[in-house]
């Protein structure tokens, strides 16, 4: 359905929705994110039902590092702001610019999914809290790790964009493809702001 929008003056404004193709993705994936939504809130209620049932290992306020964590929050708060960086110089019809943005979204997500490893590791060396610790680890490295997860996804998906994309500059085929892994980011960093909130402040604080 490209071929149904006259491209021989440039790009339209919003190339992510110039055909039928590009608006039939954005409203599937809302449904998809609509799925995705319930499935965490599910796994949030889930470890807020199990959060005190410590048994005998640590509690969330003897083990969590606030400045790890808000370190962690920042970086993914600001690849969501590169990846927007990207969504702006996608409809400016700039794709060096756009690619670049994309590629330090990437990088940034790595960087915090490095971090999140990290900190499992030092849970589990240092506070032998592992995942059968208890109630409480259990409910906890699901909801973190199930949002690690989709890190990890999203983290291949934009890079697949960036590589097969790599010469081909923006079109109305590719603009859809990337406006939508942007989407997928955004609520990935949603999610993560919740998990600061729910799992480590109010842990930090004994809640």
Not at 30 to 56: K, Q, S, V
Not at 85 to 112: C, D, P, R, S
Not at 125 to 153: R, W
Not at 155 to 168: E, M
Request: hydrophobic content about 50%.
């Amino acid at each position: 359905m490209a071929g149904t929008v006259d491209t021989t003056k440039g790009l339209p404004s919003h190339p992510e929705r110039a055909t039928l193709e590009g608006k039939n993705k954005f409203l599937g994936f809302w449904f998809f994110l609509g799925g995705e939504t319930i499935m965490f809130a599910t796994f949030f209620g889930t470890y807020l039902g199990l959060r005190n049932g410590i048994g005998d290992g640590p509690s969330s306020s003897e083990l969590f590092t606030l400045p790890l964590v808000f370190l962690m929050t920042m970086i993914l708060l600001t690849s969501s702001m590169t990846s927007v960086f990207a969504m702006f110089a996608m409809k400016k019809n700039k794709f060096k610019q756009m690619m670049a943005w994309m590629i330090v979204t990437v990088v940034l997500g790595m960087v915090f999914l490095g971090l999140e490893i990290y900190e499992f590791q030092h849970y589990v060396h240092d506070y032998e809290f592992g995942f059968t610790t208890s109630a409480f680890s259990s409910a906890f490295y699901t909801l973190v790790g199930l949002h690690g997860a989709h890190v990890l996804f999203g983290l291949g998906w934009i890079t697949l964009l960036i590589v097969r994309n790599i010469r081909s500059g923006i079109t109305l085929t590719n603009a859809p493809k990337f406006y939508v892994a942007s989407l997928y980011w955004h609520f990935i960093d949603v999610v993560w702001v919740f998990i600061f909130t729910v799992v480590y402040l109010m842990g930090a604080g004994g809640y």
